[in-house]
């Protein structure tokens, strides 16, 4: 018996079009018909569709975050594994933001999406909606991003090129599987299991992200506490160190700690990992209260510190513990 697979289409480039107008890519209104309209998914599995918005990802938000995880979480049982096709500007934002919601998960969540419209001559779409649906029957138990043929971590991969095809790269965790002749799959994939899915799906959006550059102005930061920001990711230079002199950030460091308010630094860098005693300029961050991100991404990064802030209140652990804990795969312990 085939497997059973259920698609969620939520926009971007794969079902989009050209306005004949401006001839700027724009959601189609048949989008999801033409993605029923692919018989080679059929020799793959039994698939059934379900339309959860049609957006350019561009205007993908939290809320939709959750929509996508309540569907899964919903359809659990009914289902071998589940394709989410989107817009890939943000899908490692929502891959990761999934892979927090979505606990013990024992199914595969394959993520994918196209460069070029499925509609037009030389799309990537066909052929990545067949290697999605492929990964979502393999014996794998993650959330997913899968464009050509690779498969990557959801919470590890990258968007690293704005048009080439083979867009995403995992820069600091080694690819999951490779799909070829034959199908490889590494043994440091979570492998699927039984168990009840858990969904903590909330998520808080009033952080800053703030990206250190030579002569950034320290009051930035005093202003963002003033509005009332619930987290403050910092992007600080190399394995994340900050400005401690002239224009130092420390004092609006201790300030938001003192306020309960979390600070987390991450490096500018997409390899390599933040450790913030490598050098004095990270170590007063430390001593000040900020958390390290170590090796994440900063999409994982965001969308972790946006899943712990109400996570601390429902679980009782703190902020910091959430972030600094290895929950899907995110970072190396």
Known sequence: MKPKLLILFAGGTIGMVHNPTTNALEPAQSALELLQNIPELNDIADIDFELIVNLDSSNMTPEHWVMIAKKIHEQYNMYDGFVVAQGTDTMAYTAS????????????????????PLREAGS?????????????????AEVCIVLSHTILRGNRAKK???????AFHS?????????GRPI?????????HEGNLTLNASFESNIAVVKLFPGFNPEYI????????????IEGFGPGN????????????????????????????????????????????????AISAKDMTIEATITKTMWAL????NSGKSVELLIKTNVAGELSV
């Open 160 to 166: 690293h090129h704005e048009s080439f095809v083979a």
């Open 310 to 313: 109400p996570m601390s209140q």
């Open 184 to 192: 490889v799959l590494n043994n440091w994939r979570v492998h699927r």
């Open 124 to 140: 990537d779409a066909r052929n990545n909606l067949v290697y999605a649906c492929m990964t979502a029957t393999l014996d794998i």
């Open 222 to 233: 005093n202003l963002l506490l003033n509005s009332g920001v619930r987290a403050i990711v």
């Open 242 to 289: 900050v400005p401690f002199l002239n224009q130092s950030v420390i004092p609006g460091i201790e300030i938001a700690v003192s306020h309960n308010i979390p600070v987390i630094i991450t490096s500018q860098m997409e390899q390599g990992k933040t450790n913030l005693q490598a050098y004095q300029a990270g170590l007063k961050a430390l001593n000040a209260g």
């Open 171 to 179: 820069p600091n965790f080694p690819v999951l599987g490779e799909l």
């Open 97 to 116: 933001a999934l892979s927090f919601a979505l606990g013990n998960l024992g199914k595969p969540v394959i993520f994918t999406g196209s460069l070029i």
